[in-house]
């Protein structure tokens, strides 16, 4: 038990955006209902991807153009080894596709990786720093959706991706440290095998 309190854990994901990134909920006049307009063609995402640590908060980001691959994400776990330099560390990450070679990568000592259970995203505090970070940039482009859609494409992404960037500095490390607190509440009912009522 001694060991795992001094083990810091480095939860890591990634998130998807466009500019058609809007909120799901809306208000309307009492009786009419709220309707929102949806794009056919959303363009090409963007994604962010943090390294969010119970520790030291977001502590590495990354934006690229497209979706995750498997090299990228390695890649990404390379660069926060080589960055950050913690006594002792856990990589925890999700089951999907691009994430699954992590546990063979030739990781520094102090480094481990550990996958999280099935269908457990209330285990994973990234979901909380995306839902922050998501919020930011969705109050964002409703200021400048419309000069978006005039711009070309290489702008529109530059835009975004500034957006994007700006929108990280919500993911702080008092709320992430919040957010494992949240964790550790669902601990015993993991242990205990029960289920997770959401």
């Not at 994901?13 to 058609?20: K, R, S, Y």
């Not at 992404?157 to 960037?165: H, S, V």
């Amino acid at each position: 038990m001694h060991a795992v309190q001094e083990t810091e854990f480095i939860f890591i994901d990634e998130a998807g955006i466009n500019i058609w990134t809007k909120r799901t909920r809306g208000r309307a006049v009492r009786g009419r209902r709220a309707v929102r307009v949806v794009q056919g063609r959303r363009g090409p995402n963007l994604t962010m991807t943090f390294a969010v640590s119970n520790v030291g908060g977001l502590i590495y980001h990354e934006l690229t153009e497209g979706g995750m691959t498997g090299q990228r994400f390695n890649e990404f776990i390379g660069t926060v080894c080589r960055l950050y330099h913690p006594l002792n560390a856990c990589f925890v990450i999700d089951n999907a596709p691009a994430h699954r070679q992590a546990v063979n990568l030739p990781l520094p000592q102090n480094f481990s990786v550990r996958y999280l259970p099935p269908y457990s995203p209330f285990l994973n505090i990234c979901e909380n720093a995306f839902a922050l970070w998501k919020g930011n940039i969705k109050d964002s482009l409703v200021e400048v959706r419309d000069q978006l859609l005039r711009e070309d494409h290489q702008q529109r992404m530059a835009t975004l991706g500034q957006l994007a960037e700006q929108g990280t500095a919500v993911v702080t490390l008092h709320r992430m440290q919040a957010a494992f607190r949240g964790v550790q509440a669902y601990l015993p009912a993991c242990f205990g095998l029960d289920d997770i009522l959401m």
